[in-house]
């Protein structure tokens, strides 16, 4: 392998599953014991679970594209959004800040890998890599962090099937309507207890409470992002991509400020006009309001249309 994702997926990826909740190292003996984590050499995004197996699946290709948008994300909001007001149209231009610039390009490569179907095993010369002992702090460092904590929660979601029993359907029985109703309940089920795992008993306002939910909301910002650009947005037998991440902020916030709400509707927003839409409001009191009417415009779009698809 090639890529320099391998130092993470080497070192770090597998075990996050633990580290992302250290607290609760001990009940893995008890509740989530016998499985196994592969990692596989494919561009191709794999991130799933056979449950008959008891297996999880992790490509090369899935950790690169979420360790790009961790670092294009975190810099995009951080540099760019973070501290603004929302009471009037704001013009930001990515373009302003090298940083962010540089991250943003490299997002772009990594999602054209996997709209593109590429297989190849390289990495853009001349833009941000992660590398195998990144400076404390530093942009790299930052990224292989909301990356970790991205990636664990994604775990913990195929864990949590492997924990609850969930059935294994085929593609043939997901064309049965109860099967897929049953499946999309099954992904619901699977979301709350990956949340649960990672984040019971933590003080909202903590800085640990902050740096888990960024992961968790950044898996489901990640699949509504590459939602717009062609992959669905769910609703056939996984819920859609949007919903799940607004009932996560819901569940755990409520109505409460939360600098989590902010990062995502920048996040949401940026893909959301990049893909060539537009929120017709352009005026809101906060970002709870602006992330709120976002979604709502997206659901408008994909009810209207019913082209709502998924992809595992």
């Known amino acids: 392998m090639q890529s ?30 016998n499985f196994d984590l592969i990692f596989t050499n494919e561009r191709p995004w794999k991130f799933c679970v056979d449950p008959k197996t008891r297996e999880i699946f992790l490509s090369r290709g899935a950790i690169e594209l979420i360790w790009c948008a961790s670092l294009a994300h975190f810099l995009f909001y951080t540099r760019l959004i973070q501290g603004k007001k929302f009471d ?50 530093s942009d790299e460092n930052v990224a292989d962090e909301l990356c970790l904590v991205t990636c664990a929660f994604l775990l913990h ?24 109703a049953l499946s999309v309940a099954q992904e619901k089920e699977a979301d709350i207890e990956a949340a649960e795992w990672v984040l019971a008993g933590i003080d ?54 939360h600098v989590t ?25 906060d970002p709870e309001e602006a992330l709120e009417a976002l979604c709502d415009q997206l659901a408008d779009e994909v009810h209207g249309s019913d082209t709502g698809t998924d992809r595992k």
């Open 157 to 180: 979601h195929e864990l949590a099937h492997l924990r609850a029993g969930h059935a294994a359907f085929t593609k043939q029985q997901l064309q049965d309507p109860t099967n897929a």
């Open 204 to 257: 909202v306002e903590s800085p640990m409470f902050v740096k888990r939910m960024l992961g968790c909301v950044h898996g489901f910002l990640l699949a509504t992002a590459m939602g717009f650009y062609g992959w669905g947005l769910g609703g056939k037998t996984h819920p859609y991509s949007y919903d799940r991440l607004t009932s996560l902020l819901k569940r755990l916030l409520g109505n409460d400020p």
């Open 88 to 137: 009037q149209p704001v013009e930001i231009d990515p373009n302003s800040d090298e940083r962010v610039s540089n991250a943003l390009k490299l997002l772009r490569w990594a999602i054209k890998c996997q709209l593109d179907g590429d297989t190849g095993d390289n990495w853009p010369p001349n833009l941000p890599t992660p590398e195998k002992v990144p400076v404390k702090e």
């Open 4 to 33: 320099p994702i391998r130092h993470l997926m080497e070192n770090h990826v597998a075990g996050s599953v633990f580290t992302i909740a250290p607290e609760r190292i001990a009940e893995f003996d008890v509740s989530l014991d």
């Open 261 to 285: 709400k902010g990062f995502a509707f920048a996040v949401l927003d940026l893909h959301f006009q990049n893909s060539g839409r537009a929120l017709k409001k352009q005026v809101f009191a």
